[in-house]
């Protein structure tokens, strides 16, 4: 079992920024991706950004430009900093893990709890 722990929500104004964090521990023998989505209130969950254990990104057309994705591998901890934000960027936002447990293990797939963000003046 894995465990992701989220850090870093928040309320800012429209403009401003914040910095997520998301450390995970448990048994992991290695990640495939680990992410961030989001879902606001009435919509359905989204994906932000991803990024792989090579390094290569992926980023929502919404965010690109003003979120950035990084990833401590020796840490097992991802990190999504929001710059700019705006009011739409409202939503709770989950990480997200693809990893394997062991090196015969199967792709298997863990979510964090939620961290709330609220962009409003």
């Known amino acids: 079992q894995v465990q992701l722990a989220e850090s870093g929500g928040g309320l800012v104004q429209p403009g401003g920024s914040l910095r997520l964090s998301c450390a995970a521990s448990?048994?992991?023998?290695?990640?495939?991706?680990m992410g961030w989505y989001r879902q606001a209130p009435g919509k359905q969950r989204e994906l932000v950004a991803d990024?792989?254990?090579?390094?290569?990104?992926n980023y929502a057309s919404s965010v690109k430009g003003r979120f950035t994705i990084s990833r401590d591998n020796a840490k097992n901890t991802v990190y999504l900093q929001m710059s700019s934000l705006k009011p739409e960027d409202t939503a709770v936002y989950y990480c997200?893990?693809?990893?394997?447990?062991?090196?015969?293990?199967?792709?298997?797939?863990?979510w964090g709890q939620g961290t709330q963000v609220t962009v409003s003046s």
């Open positions: 997200n893990a693809v990893f394997k447990p062991t090196a015969f293990s199967i792709v298997e797939q863990s």
């Open positions: 448990g048994n992991i023998f290695s990640f495939n991706v």
């Open positions: 990024i792989t254990s090579g390094g290569r990104t």
